[in-house]
């Protein structure tokens, strides 16, 4: 499998785990139309998947996404797409892009092997966690070269507090994996490339033994908190315990509980789905 293929994909069905891995080492794994389409049809191909459990993302080479490719062929692209507008409208599809990870059911680790410019940063903090080695860094550098960050703005001011999103973005500053932990922005700061793989195998295996319908409406319950207001919150939260208190899931974990057993939901799935 070599760089021609914008994205590769690994499925490891007996431990739950499917792996992205963003394949444009040569241009930073920048975002162009090929790899968007990757990542959505790798998406698709799992999302139902009852034997996958998590999902990691990751990249190849020294960065783990520069952003918007620059490059003169997919601005050309891009033109075309603004020109045309509605279903080829980019700005329309660079969103859809950033939420269907975003709001991806199953529980996604960003595996961030190196440095991350604008709409990479972006891509990271679309996933549920993210992980950096701490010689990494992020820079929202779209302001230096004339471009607004508007369609990864949405998604990262949902999680990090608005005065050090405006102030980097201002300043197009390239800030440590430390300092992107410091304002909620990563969740785990690692020595090595070593460390990177050993904390991404720990959520791992801690993931695994989460229950998959559970996780899924957990994420869907935080995002439904932003934007609604809190009377239109209480009763959400009462409507999704009704329906998930007495879930199979639910009776099959509480089950396992009195039991004095771990649940084996990979197994518990696989028996569902031939119901």
């Known amino acids: 499998m070599g760089e021609q293929q914008p994205v590769l994909f690994d499925l490891d069905e007996e431990n739950g785990v499917a792996t992205i891995v963003l394949n444009r080492p040569k241009r930073g794994n920048a975002l162009n139309p090929g ?26 080479g020294k960065y783990f996404c520069t952003g918007m490719d620059l490059g003169s ?11 045309e507008g ?31 410019f604008g709409g990479g940063v972006g891509l990271l903090l679309c996933c549920d966690f993210r992980i950096m080695p701490e010689s990494s860094f992020l820079c929202f550098s779209e302001v230096k070269r004339g471009i607004v960050p508007a369609l990864i703005s949405y998604f990262i001011l949902q999680q990090a507090t608005g005065f050090h999103v405006k ?29 990177l793989d050993a904390v991404t195998n720990r959520y791992v295996n801690e993931l695994r033994s989460s229950a998959p319908q559970a996780m899924s409406s957990v ?45 084996d939901w990979r197994s518990f799935h696989c028996n569902q789905a031939k119901l």
């Open 219 to 263: 994420k869907s319950l935080v995002r439904f908190q932003t934007g609604h207001s809190a009377a239109e919150n209480r009763e959400h939260v009462q409507s999704v315990f009704r329906k998930t208190v007495h879930s199979p899931e639910a009776m099959y974990g509480i089950g396992a509980f009195a039991q004095k057993q771990k649940p």
């Open 73 to 83: 062929s997919n601005q050309n692209a891009l033109q075309a797409g603004l020109d």
């Open 35 to 60: 790899m968007q389409h990757g990542v959505m049809s790798f998406l698709e191909k799992i999302e139902n998947n009852p034997l996958v459990h998590v999902l990691v993302l990751t990249g190849r």
């Open 86 to 116: 509605k279903e080829n409208d980019p700005a329309k599809k660079g969103l859809e892009f950033f939420e269907r990870i975003s709001t991806f059911p199953k529980p996604v680790i960003g595996r961030a092997n190196g440095p991350a």
């Open 167 to 195: 102030r980097h973005m201002l300043l197009g500053d390239r800030f440590s994996a430390a300092v992107a932990q410091q304002e909620g922005m990563v969740s785990d700061v690692v020595a090595d490339v070593k460390e």
